[in-house]
């Protein structure tokens, strides 16, 4: 399976982005998505989970309510709406895929993904 993330950039406190992950290949196999991101000197960390065949969505904390994970099946693509961004959402944002079912919470567990992107940058300015 590969991941192709798009859609990063540069913008305002306050505003809205929506980045995208293409996956090709096996995808028969993939049951759930993520976003995970990583800021400079930090740990990669979870974002958000989508399982694709039951449609069930996981959060971190930090982001519940104002992120949104979405996936289109029909054209293997996981999105990642994001609203009322704030300064420290400022990281290269990665999408991952596992084959594993059944994983419910453990889907915001980084073990749990076998296929990387290569991440987006989103920068938020104050």
């Known amino acids: 399976v590969q991941l192709q993330a798009s859609g990063g950039g540069l913008v305002q406190a306050g505003n809205s982005l929506r980045v995208s992950c293409a996956a090709s290949?096996?995808?028969?196999?993939?049951?759930?998505m993520a976003w995970f991101r990583q800021a400079p000197g930090k740990e990669r960390e979870s974002v958000a989970s989508?399982?694709?065949?039951?449609?069930?969505?996981y959060y971190r904390d930090s982001v519940e309510g104002r992120f949104a994970i979405s996936s289109d099946n029909a054209k293997n693509t996981v999105f990642l709406q994001m609203n009322s961004l704030k300064p420290e959402d400022t990281a290269v944002y990665y999408c991952?895929?596992?084959?594993?079912?059944?994983?419910?919470?453990?889907?915001?567990?980084?073990?749990?993904?076998?296929?990387w992107g290569q991440g987006t940058l989103v920068t938020v300015s104050s």
């Open positions: 290949g096996r995808t028969d196999n993939v049951e759930y």
């Open positions: 991952a895929a596992s084959t594993l079912r059944e994983l419910g919470t453990v889907s915001l567990r980084r073990e749990a993904y076998t296929y």
């Open positions: 989508i399982s694709r065949r039951l449609g069930l969505t």
